[in-house]
C-alpha cells in the first residue's frame, strides 16, 4: 500500500461519501449475518457532531474512513471501512494507525472498540495491534440480524 496516503479530518460536506463507503465495505463483510445499510447518511452527520471521520483519499476518491471520538482519557473508534477495491492492502492498518495517533496527541490514553463475535477474522487482526478483550456488550435489540450476536469490548494503552 502507498503509505502517503493523505489524511483528512471529514466535514459535514463529506457525509454522502462517508455513508456510502461505509455501507458498500460493510455490506461485504457482513451480510451473512445482517440485511439492509449498514448507517444512514443522517446517523453519519449525528457522528459528525460527537467525534470525527478521518478520511484516506486516493486522488478524489474516498478509500477509507475511520470514526473516532474522544471520551476524556479513553477514545472510541469504530465503523473502520475501506473501499472493497482496496481490502487487504493495508489501508485498514494505516487508519487505525491515524486513529490512534490522531487520540494519543489530543490527549487520549486508552482506545476502545466494539466488534461483532461473528466476524472471526477480526480479534486477530485487533490482537496484532495490541487491543486486548475486555468484556462483551449486546448487540443492538433494534437491529434485526438472521443469527444472534453480540459485541466483543476491546482496548488498548494508547
Request: glycine fraction near 8%; charge should be negative; charged fraction near 20%.
Amino acid at each position: 500500500m502507498n503509505r502517503t496516503v493523505p489524511i483528512r479530518i471529514a466535514s459535514a460536506s463529506d457525509a454522502a461519501n462517508i455513508t456510502t463507503l461505509i455501507n458498500a465495505a460493510f455490506s461485504v463483510a457482513e451480510e451473512f449475518f445482517f440485511d439492509g445499510l449498514r448507517i444512514s447518511q443522517a446517523e453519519v452527520e449525528q457522528h459528525l457532531t460527537k467525534g470525527d471521520f478521518l478520511l484516506a483519499e486516493n486522488g478524489d476518491k474516498l478509500g477509507g474512513c475511520v470514526y473516532v471520538e474522544l471520551r476524556g482519557e479513553r477514545s472510541y473508534l469504530g465503523l473502520l471501512s475501506v473501499d472493497p477495491s482496496s481490502q487487504q492492502s493495508g489501508l485498514g492498518s494505516f487508519l487505525m494507525t491515524a486513529a490512534e495517533n490522531y487520540c494519543r496527541e489530543r490527549g487520549s490514553r486508552f482506545m476502545d472498540i466494539y466488534i461483532v463475535n461473528l466476524r472471526k477474522e477480526l480479534p486477530p487482526f485487533y490482537q496484532r495491534r495490541g487491543y486486548v478483550e475486555a468484556g462483551t456488550s449486546p448487540f443492538p435489540e433494534d437491529v434485526p440480524t438472521k443469527i444472534p450476536c453480540h459485541f466483543i469490548n476491546m482496548s488498548k494503552a494508547l
